[in-house]
């Protein structure tokens, strides 16, 4: 049985050894496209790593909260997945090149008699054998696929990496928005205290019969307009925390104690390090992504185009038969090699329809790689300028703020020496409340506009 079982799979394995064949259709090239020398919105150039852009906020509770979302993020937890679906497509494509071998097995028992027969009993026969099938790729079909589902994979791990990026933003986006409303929550709360004070002392007045009550009723309106935004506030903080929770994977209220007790504002960078233009095509997972597909709507084309040409196969057989399960000495034994070629005659135009449609589809995917890299420069432009110009904004703001602090403070010593009403001290109040809001809004803002730059730069996986 050694000799027939070694002679099946040389046969079975000899195609490995003489293949030769070509590969039909187009060999892939990444696409020259036009693109910047250098960013309109900086002269910077650096090209620190985005990986963890996060850490340049330098808030510790950020980076941790970051780091945990990766670990748990259900998002992230199925793009896993897809990445592993898509190595085993990759396994079971490229088994296309080999061989297939099968064994079987059989047992039969059999009984004769008649008037002319000999009835000797009942007769067993044991089977055994091994079968192999190859097609040859000779004209490369196989290859192309294997090339194009490699394309495919590239573009599942570039998915994957977009999740990282787009998690990474979501979070700081999140963190940051809590970081918001608690700040807001502060000045109004702040506000409150100061307006609480104005009310006594307008009460004190009226009972002193130096104002009407025109001036308390004014000073308590303003107090309760003031305390009503508060359960606002501390709904978006709920929000907020949820938002994250959510992110991380967590229960509503699992991270409550953590993220409700008050914070520094982060620190925001004022540069980034956006390396050159170029660097952005290995970078952008979209832009990544693109290219893959175009990659891969490029090698089927190859594969189409193989299936006009002839398939050759080349199937072997070896079987041995035997009386007895112990003892195969006196066995049969038979070994057949079948050649075969099959060649497509009359289709209706079908195999050259799809060529045409393969080529189409990677002309479209060309098209599609080239908006999603324009998109990218864009993007990033967009991003940078928004954050510069949020950036500009923040100066006199700060500045506004302390003005419109100290107006407050003139129209409250003023109006206790008698010389306004109190409309002055509560319309001073309100822009101190509005100038501080928006302060606060913007500091925000610039963090998120920072955020989306990172983003754009495709910051937040690993290299």
């Not at 189409?304 to 066995?331: Q, V, Y």
Request: glycine share 6%; proline share 4%; charged share 20%.
């Amino acid at each position: 049985m050694n000799t027939f079982t070694h002679t099946a799979f040389a046969l079975a394995l000899l195609p490995l050894v003489l293949m030769t064949g070509c590969l039909l259709g187009p060999d892939y090239q990444r696409p020259e496209l036009p693109q910047p020398d250098h960013w309109a919105a900086t002269n910077s150039l650096s090209s620190a790593s985005l990986t963890r852009w996060w850490e340049s906020f330098q808030d510790p509770l950020l980076t941790n909260l970051v780091s945990r979302a990766f670990d748990a993020n259900l998002d992230l937890q199925q793009a896993a997945q897809r990445v592993r679906q898509g190595r085993a497509v990759l396994r079971q494509v490229g088994s296309g090149l080999y061989p297939t071998l099968d064994a079987a097995g059989s047992y039969s028992r059999k009984r004769s008699w008649g008037d002319s027969v000999t009835d000797t009993g009942w007769n067993g026969l044991y089977s055994a054998g091994l079968d192999a099938a190859w097609e040859l790729d000779v004209f490369g079909g196989v290859r192309r696929e294997i090339e194009a589902t490699e394309a495919d994979f590239r573009a599942i791990v570039a998915d994957q990496r977009g999740v990282y990026v787009t998690l990474a933003a979501e979070v700081a986006n999140a963190y940051f928005a809590l970081r918001m409303q608690q700040e807001i929550l502060r000045v109004t709360q702040d506000n409150l205290a100061t307006q609480e004070r104005s009310a006594r002392i307008t009460r004190d007045r009226r009972d002193s019969g130096w104002v009407s009550g025109l001036d308390v009723a004014n000073a308590e309106a303003q107090l309760n307009a003031t305390r009503s935004q508060i359960p606002s506030i501390q709904a978006d903080i709920q929000t907020a925390i949820l938002a994250i929770e959510l992110l991380l994977a967590q229960l509503p209220g699992a991270l409550h104690a953590e993220l409700s007790a008050g914070h520094p504002f982060p620190f925001i960078p004022a540069d980034v390090p956006a390396g050159l233009p170029s660097e952005l095509l290995e970078r952008r997972p979209d832009v990544l992504r693109a290219e893959a597909v175009f990659n891969a709507a490029t090698a089927r084309i190859g594969v189409a185009k193989a299936d006009l040409f002839p398939k050759f196969t080349i199937l072997a057989s070896a079987n041995l038969t035997s009386e007895h399960l112990k003892s195969w000495t006196a066995s049969t034994r038979t070994l057949s090699v079948l050649p075969g070629v099959s060649l497509p005659l009359f289709n209706a135009g079908r195999l050259r329809a799809r060529v045409d449609e393969r080529q189409a589809y990677a002309e479209e995917k060309l098209y599609a790689y080239q908006q999603a890299v324009l998109t990218a420069f864009s993007e990033v432009e967009d991003s940078w300028q928004a954050f510069l110009r949020e950036r500009e904004r923040a100066a006199p703001l700060a500045i506004a703020v302390q003005q419109y602090a100290r107006a407050v403070d003139i129209a409250t010593e003023l109006y206790n020496g008698g010389e306004v009403d109190y409309t002055d001290v509560l319309i001073a109040q309100r822009a101190l409340l509005a100038i501080q809001d928006s302060e606060v809004r913007s500091h925000i803002l610039i963090a998120q506009r920072l955020i989306a730059l990172y983003k754009a730069l495709g910051g937040g996986w690993e290299n």
